[in-house]
């Protein structure tokens, strides 16, 4: 059983940075693609970054594109997403998410395990 635990969230200024971490148990991720969605008070769930376990490759949402970074650490089997130059609009719950099958996704839907969340919150 898959288990994603996230941390790191909290209440930063604009411009400031955070990291968020995914602690993900339960499976060996090797063939897995893993993703951050962000959730706004009112709004729909939304892509935020994916990266593909085995090779390390990333996609990004236009909006974080050049401000976040996806990454992972295959030995403490943790997902990162370092975001940069935070915006008030940033502000959400981020989820991690996992997807067996290495192929990259936007879509929700496609993510099978979830984790409960951490809230970001950037002040103006």
């Known amino acids: 059983q898959v288990q994603l635990v996230e941390s790191g969230g909290g209440l930063v200024q604009a411009g400031g940075s955070l990291r968020l971490s995914c602690a993900a148990s339960?499976?060996?991720?090797?063939?897995?693609?893993m993703g951050w969605f962000r959730q706004a008070p009112g709004k729909e769930r939304e892509f935020v970054a994916a990266i593909r376990w085995s090779t390390g490759s990333a996609d990004y949402a236009d909006s974080v594109k050049g401000r976040f970074t996806i990454s992972r650490d295959s030995a403490k089997n943790t997902v990162y997403l370092h975001m940069n130059s935070l915006k008030p609009e940033d502000t959400a719950v981020y989820y991690c998410a996992s997807k067996p099958w290495a192929s990259m996704s936007r879509i929700v839907n496609h993510f099978h395990d979830w984790g409960q969340g951490t809230q970001v919150t950037v002040s103006s």
């Open positions: 339960g499976r060996t991720f090797s063939s897995y693609a």
